[in-house]
């Protein structure tokens, strides 16, 4: 469990700081500003953001899944309010933000065959072989 957390966390700092490095409206002052904000941006998608997205389903319903861009924005400029030395210069910035942070940790977890979904899979293949036996029974 200790590894997973380390690699999420190391995966959405890299991805910050890219997005701090494409984008003009996201800032970080330092290395340490942005471990903390990655570690902070974690904990606002795992605890902030579900809260959010029940309490807003109903505009989510209405606008067919677009209003949960502006919940994502409102989760990235939440991690950059609490963090000194991460800004983001408008609401605008924060929602472009937080989609570039999460194709890049996207990208990131499909490069390195790592699973960011929560749901763990095993390293078969998942195929069972079935067939019919002579008595017209199915069996494994």
Known sequence: MRRGFFAHWFTTAVALGATTWMLTGVE????????VAALVLGFTNAIIRPILVVLTLPFTVLTLGLFYFVINGVAFGLAAALVPGFRVSSFFSAVVGAVFVGLVSWFIGGV?????????????????D???RRDGRWGA
């Open 130 to 132: 079935v067939h019919r």
């Open 112 to 128: 390195t065959g790592r699973r960011t979904t929560g749901a763990t899979r095993s390293r078969s293949t998942g195929v069972v």
């Open 28 to 35: 970080v002052d330092s290395l340490g500003a942005l471990a």
